[in-house]
């Protein structure tokens, strides 16, 4: 049997999804059984302009994991397209935008000034910014352009599965290994994680909720037998998809709903905000403002992975200032 072709890249990424893929142990050897790996930055010697000789679909399948931050990333993600067969956005950076995705709630000059101005263990007196171009003696030294707005793989180029989570777990990994081996692929749009929400595969014991105000986790130490909802925290349950075999909830934490917005939900916060509204305990006008604050970071809570994704996308869209 011929072998598959396999790519692996990552954009914006924290490199969780790269370990990610080892998760799965000894089983990686079934995977060199079937495959061989022609691209993947992070551990072979492959360079771009490898890529850029191959002919058109000759990766069989590419993993990209990460998120649009970069022009960089944006190239790779078009050439990659064009060279694989299937295109699989791998771990909800890809999927939904995730954790590189809430700095949406800032613009690039913001972002820069923080990381290279104002953080305090900075020393930049001639307060030097990068440049995309720096002249050196030798010539010119370029760098990618840093974008005003994170966007998904699949607002980039078009995606051929979904694997969510922050990062997937072997299970995934291994549904596609062996959907791969049988040949036997779920429908193109798929995406390869549970079909409920995570309330509907959860176990913990549910009453009537009237919440009058919520907790952090670290103020309590929860039941570990109750719904954390029904215990005045926070958990994202409610709109988020299932299939990580309820990690956290196992764990006695709650869900931060990384495996993105559940079935038939486009908008992950919209949802969760409406499932907090409707459990609130508060008539009051008055009392509103203070039950809001109760929770921290409302905004980066409920969209922590999924904001380029939302309905919103970003804080503001407008042009940027330079
Ligand atoms: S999905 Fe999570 S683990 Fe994967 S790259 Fe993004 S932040 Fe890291
Ligand atoms: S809100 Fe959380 S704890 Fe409660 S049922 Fe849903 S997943 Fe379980
Ligand atoms: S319980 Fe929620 S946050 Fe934890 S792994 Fe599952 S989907 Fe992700």
């Known amino acids: 049997m011929e072998k598959y072709k396999l790519a692996f890249y990552w954009a914006s990424s924290c490199g969780g999804c790269e370990v990610a893929v080892l998760d799965i142990h000894e089983n990686i050897l079934k995977v060199i059984d079937i495959a061989d790996i022609v691209f993947w930055p992070v551990?072979?010697?492959?360079k771009y302009k490898d890529v850029e000789a191959m002919k058109d679909n000759y990766i069989d399948v590419c993993f990209f994991n990460g998120a649009?931050?970069?022009?960089?990333?944006?190239?790779?993600?078009h050439l990659l397209r064009q060279k694989s067969k299937i295109m699989v956005a791998f771990g909800s950076c890809a999927c939904y935008g995730s954790i590189p995705g809430l700095a949406n709630f800032?613009?690039?000059?913001?972002?820069?000034?923080?990381a290279y101005l104002e953080t305090p263990s900075t020393v930049n007196p001639q307060n030097i910014l990068p440049q995309e171009v720096t002249k050196v003696k030798e010539g010119e030294i370029t760098i990618p352009e840093f974008y005003d707005t994170v966007h998904t793989l699949g607002q980039t180029v078009e995606v051929d599965y979904f694997v969510p989570g922050c990062p997937p777990v072997p299970d995934q990994v291994m549904t596609l290994v062996e959907a791969l081996d049988k040949k036997k692929l779920p429908p193109k749009g798929s995406v390869i994680a549970g079909d409920k929400t995570l309330c509907d595969?959860?176990?913990?014991?549910r009453e009537e909720k009237i919440v009058p105000e919520f907790k952090r986790i670290v103020e309590v130490i929860p039941d570990n037998e109750k719904c954390f909802l029904d215990?005045?925290?926070?958990?994202?349950g409610p709109a988020t998809r299932s299939g990580c075999g309820n990690r956290c909830i196992n764990a006695n934490q709650?869900?931060?709903g990384c495996f993105g917005p559940a079935p038939e939900i486009h908008d992950q916060g919209a949802k969760l905000l409406s499932a907090i509204a409707s459990i609130s305990a508060i008539n009051e006008e008055e009392r509103v403002e203070e039950f809001v604050n109760s929770i921290p970071d409302p905004a980066g809570y409920f969209y922590r992975f999924t904001l380029p994704y939302s309905m919103l996308k970003r804080k503001l869209i407008r042009e940027e200032k330079k």
């Open 43 to 46: 551990a072979i010697d492959t």
């Open 68 to 77: 649009i931050r970069l022009s960089e990333q944006e190239h790779l993600a």
């Open 106 to 114: 800032f613009y690039r000059h913001e972002i820069m000034n923080r």
């Open 201 to 205: 595969t959860c176990e913990r014991l």
């Open 231 to 236: 215990q005045g925290i926070i958990c994202c």
């Open 254 to 256: 709650p869900c931060r």
